[in-house]
Nanobody, 115 residues
Framework: QVQLVESGGGLVQAGGSLRLACAASRSIFRINTMGWYRQAPGKERELVAL???????QYADSVKGRFTIARDNAKKTVYLQMNSLKPEDTAAYYC?????????WGQGTQVTVSS
């Protein structure tokens, strides 16, 4: 299993930007899928974005065109660039990885968007 540590969350005004980073404890070169989920108070955890080892990306409809996911295997880090943030993007954001059948989660980082 890999340990994942998120950073980059914070408070931002609507329309602003944040970049989240997820640092892995070891090489991510062979990790099939990495990405980000989020969970708002009283709601279920939902997919935000995924990226495969081959670079294929997937986004939730609600963030398409605003968020961009990227991975840097050399730095063992996955990023989530979030632009044009909306109050409804407020949530705890969790880093995710899946290596074959092994799933790992980070502890989460809070993103709060004020109107």
């Amino acid at each position: 299993q890999v340990q994942l540590v998120e950073s980059g969350g914070g408070l931002v005004q609507a329309g602003g930007s944040l970049r989240l980073a997820c640092a892995a404890s070891r090489s991510i070169f062979r990790i099939n899928t990495m990405g980000w989920y989020r969970q708002a108070p009283g709601k279920e955890r939902e997919l935000v974005a995924l990226i495969t080892s081959g670079g294929t990306t997937q986004y939730a409809d609600s963030v398409k065109g605003r968020f961009t996911i990227a991975r840097d295997n050399a730095k063992k880090t996955v990023y989530l660039q979030m632009n044009s943030l909306k109050p409804e993007d407020t949530a705890a954001y969790y880093c995710y990885s899946r290596e074959l059948t092994i799933v790992s989660w980070g502890q989460g980082t809070q993103v709060t968007v004020s109107s």
